[in-house]
């Protein structure tokens, strides 16, 4: 195992806490006694949005040049194609007088703020458990994979051909299990670079008290991806730091980027309070490029509470169940949901090329984007729309391990067997020129 993990580490102190084996849910921060955090309050908190811009949807023909003459404000970035702009603030003008200024403005179809959002194990305070054991075998052959019958993915062609985003904290690039899968165009919307690898930076960011929290999150996701889809191709994407924290616009680029390199699954462990308009557009180019994404519904455990863009109705949002398909106490439900999937204890690749385990919506969100994969491989001439259907009506009912919640656990949790329309008990021989399911 390599030195540089233990080191870096050290050096950083509150780096990785060390969670019992045995949890069946993330660890909590010391100092919070409830084990199921409270609901955010519905008005903005000020670390909910970037303080000093905007995100502004110009209508067609409209001018970012008389815009800014006229409020003051200062390009930063755009998104010309679509009419999205990301604009600085003058001196003394805040975000909700910026928002509120353009109401009545003809010229400007939306002004949000830029909103932040965070992985849901940021937000919630859950952290990697690094024993320092890295075994392969390990992430191969534990109960998550078994539970969903990833074997079956396996024999269905694991995902080749197909391209998948990890639009994350970024990737450990060189770790064994990984470097020979990345393909060509990864990048940081973060560090404005093609490098979107995990280094810690030893800060606190969001000054949260805790240091690099978010550490490895993409790599772990990428890991089970594989795991389900060993045959498939990553991208990886950075929008997240080593805090776990992004903003909306910089989603949006990614998920756009994502689209136009070919990628045709979109994993977004990730989410926020508020849903932006620039990230629903840049959902809705994807599909219209073929792409589906797959977002976890965050950590709270909390009913009726999904993140965006988990929220939206093109997208496929996954909750967390643990190995006996009951829901984790930890994730959000509710009847929108469209799939369960594993998420307790998830075992699988860590920075600095190691493993670690990890519990949250976003291991969850990551296995049913290999399974996106596998059925993408295998039915390639499915429309996003009709994936989407897939998942949401061939799951295995686990109404009865949730009787009280049981319209709120999406469409079941997810099996290969029944997603790739073979026999549910797995046992019939595959049949390699099986024609499309009529998902409907």
Same mark, same amino acid.
């Given at each position: 195992?390599?030195?540089?993990?233990?080191?870096?580490?050290?050096?950083?102190?509150?780096?990785? %806490?060390?969670?019992?084996?045995?949890?069946?849910?993330?660890?909590?921060?010391?100092?919070?006694?409830?084990?199921?955090?409270?609901?955010?309050?519905?008005?903005? @908190?000020?670390?909910?949005?970037?303080?000093?811009?905007?995100?502004?949807?110009?209508?067609?023909?409209?001018?970012?040049?008389?815009?800014?003459?006229?409020?003051?404000? *200062? *390009?930063?970035?755009?998104? %010309?194609?679509?009419?999205?702009?990301?604009?600085?603030?003058?001196?003394?003008?805040?975000?909700?007088?910026? /928002?509120?200024?353009?109401?009545?403005?003809?010229? %400007?179809?939306?002004?949000?703020?830029?909103?932040?959002?965070?992985?849901?194990?940021?937000? =919630?305070?859950?952290?990697?458990?690094?024993?320092?054991?890295?075994?392969?075998?390990?992430?191969?052959? =534990?109960?998550?994979?078994?539970?969903?019958?990833?074997?079956?993915?396996?024999?269905?062609?694991?995902?080749?051909?197909?391209?998948?985003?990890?639009?994350?904290?970024?990737?450990?690039?060189?770790?064994?299990?990984?470097?020979?899968?990345?393909?060509? +165009?990864?990048?940081? !919307?973060?560090?404005?670079?093609? !490098?979107?690898?995990?280094?810690?930076?030893?800060?606190?960011?969001?000054?949260?008290?805790?240091?690099?929290?978010?550490?490895?999150?993409?790599?772990?996701?990428?890991?089970?991806?594989?795991? /389900?889809?060993? =045959?498939?191709?990553?991208?990886?994407?950075?929008?997240?730091?080593?805090?776990?924290?992004?903003?909306?616009?910089?989603?949006?680029?990614?998920?756009?980027?994502?689209?136009?390199?070919?990628?045709?699954?979109?994993?977004?462990?990730?989410?926020?309070?508020?849903?932006?308009?620039?990230?629903?557009?840049? =959902?809705?180019?994807?599909?219209?490029?073929?792409?589906?994404?797959?977002?976890?519904?965050?950590?709270?455990?909390?009913?009726?509470?999904?993140?965006?863009?988990?929220?939206?109705?093109?997208?496929?949002?996954?909750?967390?169940?643990?190995?006996?398909?009951?829901?984790?106490?930890?994730?959000?439900?509710?009847?929108?949901?469209?799939?369960?999937?594993?998420?307790?204890?998830?075992?699988? *690749?860590?920075?600095?090329?190691?493993?670690?385990?990890?519990?949250? *919506?976003?291991?969850?969100?990551?296995? %049913?984007?290999?399974?996106?994969?596998?059925?993408?491989?295998?039915?390639?001439?499915?429309?996003?729309?009709?994936?989407?259907?897939?998942?949401?009506?061939? +799951?295995?009912?686990?109404?009865?391990?949730?009787?009280?919640? @049981?319209?709120?656990? +999406?469409?079941?949790?997810?099996?290969?067997?029944?997603?790739?329309?073979?026999?549910?008990?797995?046992?019939?021989? !595959?049949?390699?020129?099986?024609?499309?399911?009529?998902?409907?």
């Amino acid at each position: 195992m390599s030195t540089v993990r233990p080191l870096i580490t050290a050096l950083c102190g509150s780096l990785i %806490v060390i969670l019992s084996a045995c949890s069946e849910q993330p660890a909590l921060s010391p100092g919070v006694p409830d084990p199921v955090p409270a609901p955010r309050p519905p008005v903005l @908190a000020d670390d909910e949005y970037e303080s000093d811009e905007v995100v502004m949807h110009l209508a067609v023909g409209a001018s970012i040049d008389s815009i800014n003459a006229r409020y003051g404000t *200062t *390009t930063l970035d755009a998104i %010309v194609a679509a009419g999205f702009y990301r604009l600085g603030l003058p001196e003394g003008l805040s975000v909700e007088e910026m /928002v509120q200024s353009t109401y009545n403005d003809l010229e %400007v179809l939306s002004c949000q703020p830029n909103f932040r959002m965070q992985d849901p194990e940021a937000r =919630q305070s859950s952290l990697a458990f690094d024993d320092g054991i890295d075994d392969v075998n390990i992430l191969r052959d =534990q109960n998550a994979l078994g539970q969903v019958r990833a074997l079956i993915g396996h024999l269905a062609g694991g995902g080749s051909g197909v391209l998948v985003a990890v639009i994350d904290t970024g990737m450990d690039m060189d770790h064994p299990f990984l470097a020979s899968r990345v393909a060509a +165009g990864a990048h940081d !919307f973060v560090e404005g670079d093609d !490098f979107p690898d995990e280094v810690p930076n030893c800060i606190d960011d969001d000054g949260d008290g805790r240091i690099d929290e978010a550490l490895g999150h993409g790599t772990h996701a990428a890991g089970l991806i594989v795991a /389900v889809a060993p =045959q498939c191709r990553l991208l990886p994407i950075r929008v997240l730091d080593t805090d776990g924290v992004g903003t909306a616009y910089n989603l949006a680029r990614a998920i756009r980027y994502a689209a136009e390199h070919g990628a045709t699954v979109i994993n977004l462990s990730l989410g926020m309070l508020e849903e932006a308009d620039i990230v629903r557009d840049a =959902q809705g180019y994807a599909r219209s490029l073929g792409a589906i994404c797959a977002a976890s519904v965050g950590n709270e455990g909390l009913e009726g509470v999904i993140h965006f863009p988990a929220s939206e109705s093109s997208c496929i949002s996954v909750l967390a169940v643990d190995a006996s398909d009951v829901k984790a106490p930890f994730s959000n439900f509710d009847s929108s949901v469209s799939v369960a999937a594993p998420g307790v204890g998830v075992y699988s *690749t860590y920075w600095d090329g190691g493993y670690a385990t990890w519990s949250g *919506t976003s291991m969850a969100t990551a296995i %049913v984007s290999g399974a996106l994969a596998v059925l993408r491989g295998r039915f390639p001439q499915l429309a996003p729309d009709d994936v989407r259907e897939a998942v949401r009506h061939r +799951g295995v009912d686990i109404s009865a391990q949730n009787p009280t919640i @049981a319209d709120e656990m +999406g469409r079941g949790r997810l099996d290969l067997g029944r997603l790739l329309g073979i026999d549910p008990s797995g046992q019939p021989p !595959f049949e390699p020129n099986r024609e499309p399911i009529d998902w409907r």
